[in-house]
């Protein structure tokens, strides 16, 4: 297969990239780095068409859009969660997934039966805040249900065309966003992340699931 994986240069994104090739895919993993693989700024258009333009002509099978930041961990409902900071994580968490997909549409036709993986996460459920959700964090939890949100959009308007959405909650890992504490190494998310990838398909699109395959409400 070839895959494109957006922010592969740390964390959950560099353990797929390292799973993918491990496995003998050809895997194209970005980061904003100049030390990238392929340099992406998920924010900024350009850096999308650049991005298009370095892969013309080929053929992508598999889309993972990772690519993330929490901005507002730890604000105050008082004082916190500034203007900069939503404009800056919706900036990568919901258009700059949006911008990934649109600038490698015509790649992932050429592949016929493609697929795109959107990292979400739990904390975007709106099941889960009506069933008491800790709260807090309201700009990272806006954003990932916006994903959420698109993920299930996309799910329908590509089905037609065979390309299949799977949306994901890729657990509370041992990254630098998730702490040392978080309840799952980087390795177990990548395993279980990679199964529920190899399983979507056009008959499960625009599934909502959790690293370990359990179905998550939206």
């Not at 997909?101 to 959107?118: D, E, N």
């Not at 806006?142 to 308007?157: E, M, V």
Request: proline share 2%.
């Amino acid at each position: 297969m070839n895959i494109v994986i957006t922010g592969a240069s740390r964390g959950i994104g560099a353990g797929l990239a390292e799973h993918y090739r491990a496995q003998g895919h050809e895997v194209i993993g970005t980061g904003r780095s100049v030390a990238s693989q392929l340099q992406l700024d998920v924010t900024r258009p350009a850096s999308h068409r650049e991005m298009a333009e370095a892969l013309e002509g080929q053929a992508v099978d598999l889309l993972v859009c990772n690519a993330g930041v929490y901005l507002d961990k730890g604000d105050d409902l008082d004082s916190g969660y500034g203007a900069d900071l939503w404009a800056q994580s919706f900036a990568t968490n919901v258009t700059g997934v949006f911008m990934s997909i649109q600038a490698l549409l015509p790649h992932l036709r050429r592949a016929g039966s493609s697929k795109i993986a959107i990292l979400s996460s739990q904390m975007g459920s709106d099941a889960r805040a009506k069933a008491g959700g800790s709260g807090g964090s309201y700009i990272y939890r806006a954003s990932k249900a916006a994903a959420l949100n698109l993920g299930l959009n996309l799910a329908n308007d590509l089905k037609a065309e065979g390309i299949a959405v799977g949306i994901y909650h890729p657990g509370w890992v041992q990254t630098d966003m998730g702490g040392k504490t978080a309840e799952i190494t980087t390795q177990e998310a990548v395993e279980g992340l990679a199964a529920r990838f190899a399983a979507l398909n056009i008959e499960t699109t625009g599934c909502f699931e959790n690293w370990d395959g359990r179905p998550h409400a939206f």
